[in-house]
């Protein structure tokens, strides 16, 4: 039996993923901001009768409140076998995090950032560590521009590029862990699920909802991968690599660029050292 955590567990493609590896029999750790959510998710796959289902409260909407949550697990749990960096929003207007930062860079990455550096210590007891993010083929037009960072730099605010870029990053976050883990028992690779029928496009216009519900798979076609990612023996070895559901895995000349990957790690820890 493998514990996992996932963040984002409570809805869409989390949801399903956590479903498919209870089913299985595995220990689930369930990282989620919405609890009334949450305990319904919980239940639902309580009531799969296998397995192990247990909630932790996470809102990556603050630093201080990734910090309290992650020292809840490093206080309860002895080792944690995958981490599934999952949750994630499109804003689609301009918002700030508690901490300032731009919601999608704040949110989709830089909660991210902080959550799986202090859980660094629990993957590598495992035998096998596995660390998996939730990147997308919307990074292709994502850009690192650090004085975007912030939410009030933002004046010329675009929806799709502000979330590719923080999509961008969870790519270049996963290739430089890669890097810093080779040789340990812990291996960190990304993927893009598809176009998948979830919570995601929410809160996107109606025309522009209906334009994206037009090439939408179930939650089901990522969660298998995602299953294949955190326990199957041929992704036992693979570090640093770039998955796809739905289109070719190619991923975009920035995201493999490996000074852009260390630039923006050093930057990103100086964002959020106080808190580690
Ligand atoms: N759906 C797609 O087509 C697609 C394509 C490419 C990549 N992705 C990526 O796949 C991942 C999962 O997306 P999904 O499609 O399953 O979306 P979803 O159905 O909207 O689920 C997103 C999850 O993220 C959680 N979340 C949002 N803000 C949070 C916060 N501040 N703190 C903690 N959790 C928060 C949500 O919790 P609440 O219920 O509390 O809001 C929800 O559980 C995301 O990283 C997304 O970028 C999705």
Redesign the pocket.
């Known amino acids: 039996m493998k514990t996992i955590l996932i963040?984002?567990?409570?809805?869409?493609?989390?949801l399903k993923t956590a479903e498919q590896l209870v089913s299985e029999g595995h220990h689930l750790i369930l990282a989620?901001?919405?609890l009334v959510?949450a305990q319904q998710a919980k239940q639902q796959l309580q009531q799969l009768g296998k397995g192990q289902v247990d909630l932790i409260e996470?809102?990556?909407?603050s630093l201080e409140k990734v910090q309290q949550s992650a020292n809840g697990i490093l206080s309860k749990y002895p080792h944690i076998d995958v981490l599934i960096n999952?949750?994630?929003?499109i804003s689609d207007q301009l918002d700030s995090t508690e901490d300032g930062f731009e919601k999608h860079f704040g949110?989709?990455y830089l909660?991210h950032y902080l959550w799986t550096l202090k859980l660094l210590p629990l993957l590598k007891k495992s035998t096998q560590g596995r660390i998996i993010h939730?990147?997308?083929?919307?990074h292709w037009v994502g850009s690192i521009q650090p004085e975007k960072f912030l939410a009030k730099n933002n004046p010329h605010y675009r929806t799709f590029s502000s979330y590719g870029s923080s999509?961008l990053q969870n790519l270049l976050f996963s290739n430089q862990l890669a890097k810093q883990l080779k040789g340990t028992s812990v291996t960190s690779n990304a993927l893009?699920?598809?176009?998948?029928d979830?919570?995601?496009?929410?809160q996107l216009p109606k025309f522009q909802y209906k334009l994206v519900s037009l090439a939408l798979i179930p939650?089901s076609k990522p969660a298998d991968l995602i299953k294949k990612m955190a326990l199957d023996a041929s992704w036992a070895k693979k570090n640093g690599k770039y998955a796809s559901v739905q289109t070719p895995a190619i991923s975009s000349a920035k995201s493999r660029n490996a000074r852009l990957a260390q630039e923006l790690y050093d930057r990103s820890y100086e964002l959020v050292k106080q808190y580690l």
Do not use: M, W
């Open positions: 963040t984002g567990a409570n809805a869409g493609i989390g989620c901001r919405n959510k996470l809102d990556l909407n999952n949750a994630g929003l949110v989709n909660g939730l990147s997308s083929i919307a999509k893009h699920p598809g176009v998948v979830s919570e995601l496009y929410r939650p």
